[in-house]
């Protein structure tokens, strides 16, 4: 019995995804040995991993901190944060454009328990959202170094939504690009549209 093909489309996501992962393993991997370097003398100095990312975003914050089995010195820093920790209303997290405000940054960081020694990953595909660059905003300039991961093509054919102009790879110490193509998909669809 042969195996079935696979549809058109799942094969070419296949390849795509497989081709896209090899491409970011070989390229990225001399910023990932920079990045583990940070992390590991925020470590020996005290500190622990912060990680951030908003939207599904936070979904990379969630395998950075709290993980079962992952890196005990680690704290996610979340938007529902400033309602559980701090004294914003349980509605602040209804507003569909929370994470365009740069004021939430400060909110956050407010509600989080952060050592000077801590090093923050801050986690965004686009990196334009106000939320995410004026945290990494603040906290360079509180001294921490920062680790950024996102789409390095993304975010450089898009606007930044903060006051300043600036992205979230701007502002990194160290950038992990995630070899995600610009948009929100990565194969046109089968009709050409």
Do not use: C, W
């Not at 991961?149 to 690009?177: C, E, M, N, Y």
């Amino acid at each position: 019995m042969t195996e079935p093909t696979p549809p058109a489309t799942a094969g070419a996501y296949l390849a795509l995804i497989t081709d896209t992962v090899q491409r970011v393993g070989r390229e990225q991997i001399d910023a990932v040995r920079r990045a583990a370097e940070l992390i590991t003398a925020s470590l020996d100095e005290g500190g622990i991993l912060q990680a951030f990312g908003s939207g599904h975003s936070e979904a990379l914050a969630m395998e950075l901190a709290g993980r079962a089995g992952g890196l005990v010195p680690s704290n996610r820093i979340a938007l529902r944060d400033m309602v559980l920790h701090g004294d914003q209303p349980r509605t602040a997290l209804d507003d569909p454009f929370l994470e365009r405000d740069p004021a939430v940054a400060h909110r956050l960081l407010e509600t989080a328990p952060v050592h000077p020694a801590d090093v923050f990953a801050i986690a965004s595909n686009s990196g334009i959202n106000g939320v995410v660059v004026e945290l990494a905003i603040q906290v360079k300039k509180r001294g921490h170094r920062l680790i950024a991961f996102t789409s390095a093509d993304h975010s450089a054919k898009s606007a930044s939504r903060h006051p300043s102009g600036r992205r979230l790879a701007d502002i990194a110490d160290i950038v992990l690009d995630n070899g995600a193509p610009y948009g929100d998909a990565a194969l046109p669809l089968p009709d050409g549209g």
